[in-house]
T-cell receptor
């Protein structure tokens, strides 16, 4: 089945810097890759997603890139702000199931 | 403003109790899910309902019993739980079955088993 690995597990940046979180997946048939943000005590919320027929997608300060050949995808956050502090989960669809990575705790220091 | 509503927000129950978690969505989504989430871990899939039929049971113990009365409602019946079942239980919905469309999560029920 699908396996998703996510790195790093924790990331600390200064406000205004960029943050990059990387995920690799194992099932070459996976075709949908969402990213979820979960603030402390709150529900996971979709922040951006990408499908396998697209290499890159951007939404304001957030972008996701996908390399199907290498089977990895990344989340890029530019001009980070304290409110970006949260746990971020990547996911990949495999066999009709959404498989989550282990999460990255992002801390943005003011 | 959560489009998927879960009740109760918090639940404390003893190991001999029977309780139910409820979930409701009015987005016309035809797939609904139960996830279990432990602290600092990703959501862990328990059950998937597609068009009101149970399509995936991730080998969940029988002390958890799901029910989908209609396309908008999803219940999770709990009986004889163990302390290790304490977790955040998240309901989610999507337009089509998982893996093809975004999941919309509810705020969850924080369950404590004593």
């Amino acid at each position: 089945g699908e396996n998703v690995e996510q790195h790093p597990s924790t990331l600390s940046v200064q406000e205004g810097d960029s943050a990059v979180i990387k995920c690799t997946y194992s099932d070459s048939a996976s075709n949908y890759f969402p990213w979820y943000k979960q603030e402390l005590g709150k529900r996971p919320q979709l922040i951006i997603d990408i499908r396998s027929n697209v290499g890159e997608k951007k939404d304001q300060r957030i972008a996701v890139t996908l390399n199907k050949t290498a089977k990895h995808f990344s989340l890029h956050i530019t001009e980070t702000q304290p409110e970006d502090s949260a746990v971020y989960f990547c996911a990949a669809s495999g066999n009709g199931k959404l498989i989550f990575g282990q999460g990255t705790t992002l801390q943005v220091k003011p | 403003d959560t489009e998927v509503t879960q009740t109760p927000k918090h639940l404390v129950m003893g190991m001999t109790n029977k309780k139910s978690l409820k979930c409701e969505q009015h987005m016309g989504h035809r797939a609904m899910y139960w996830y279990k989430q432990k602290a600092k871990k990703p959501p862990e899939l328990m059950f998937v309902y597609s068009y009101e039929k149970l399509s995936i049971n991730e080998s969940v113990p029988s002390r958890f019993s799901p029910e989908c009365p209609n396309s908008s409602l999803l219940n999770l019946h709990l009986h004889a739980l163990q302390p290790e079942d304490s977790a955040l239980y998240l309901c989610a919905s999507s337009q089509v079955r998982q893996g093809a469309a975004p999941l919309h999560f509810g705020n969850g029920t924080r369950l404590t088993v004593t």
